[in-house]
Nanobody, 128 residues
């Protein structure tokens, strides 16, 4: 497994979770990294992505102001801090990375057009 995602779980509405995505084989500091999610019966969507060189961040409109993507180059780990969780945020969350040179917003919306490496999913459940 090149990307290891963790941090999912059950949380009440309004609660917080921090997802982590680590790799022992890939350099997550220089490449595009992102978080995607897929809820049952829905298509996968890009939640947040961050550029490699420029570090520019993209957020899905529905998570702006609530979610924050970041990375720790020393730990070679990417995080997604999720605050103010809503039931509609419930999904399996996947982290991914690509060495393709693309704007973060473009990759987040069209990851299938890149040579992306995907991690396994981590389940986020938001329920009271």
């Amino acid at each position: 497994v090149q990307l290891q995602a963790s941090g999912g779980g059950l949380v009440q509405p309004g609660g917080s979770l921090r997802l982590s995505c680590a790799s022992s084989t890939l350099n997550l500091d220089d490449d595009l990294v992102g978080w995607f999610r897929q809820a049952p019966g829905k298509e996968r969507e890009g939640v947040s992505c961050m550029g490699g060189n420029d570090g520019r961040k993209y957020y899905l409109d529905s998570v702006k102001g609530r979610f924050t993507i970041s990375r720790d180059k020393f730990k070679n780990t990417v995080y997604l801090q999720m605050n103010g969780l809503k039931p509609e945020d419930a999904a399996v969350y996947y982290c991914a990375t690509t060495s393709d040179v693309l704007p973060a917003y473009l990759w987040c919306n069209l990851p299938q057009r890149s040579n992306a490496v995907w991690g396994q999913g981590t389940l986020v459940t938001v329920s009271s």
